[in-house]
């Protein structure tokens, strides 16, 4: 699991489709500088499909993605 690469992987389901717009937002970032939490949205068309945190801004990117396929596998 740790060596899955989220971002890769949702990109792949996202491009099966034309058209379709995948973007990474910065909703928070917490705590002192050696110890800081990042959160990150990931929007579909507009609409966000993920969240996730992580000790990196790329590790933050990386949970929302794995979120955001759980999202869309649902469907």
Known sequence: ????D???A??????RENGQVL??????EEGPDH??????AVDLNGTM???GSGRSKKLAE???AKAA????NQD
């Not at 699991?1 to 899955?4: E, F, I, K, Q």
């Not at 949702?10 to 491009?15: S, Y």
């Not at 973007?23 to 928070?28: E, P, T």
């Open 1 to 4: 699991d740790a060596g899955r």
């Open 6 to 8: 989220y971002k890769t």
């Open 10 to 15: 949702l990109q792949e389901i996202v491009q």
């Open 23 to 28: 973007a990474y937002r910065l909703l928070r």
């Open 35 to 40: 110890a800081k939490l990042f959160t990150v």
């Open 49 to 51: 499909v993920g969240e």
């Open 62 to 64: 990386q949970a929302a």
């Open 69 to 72: 396929i759980a999202t869309l």
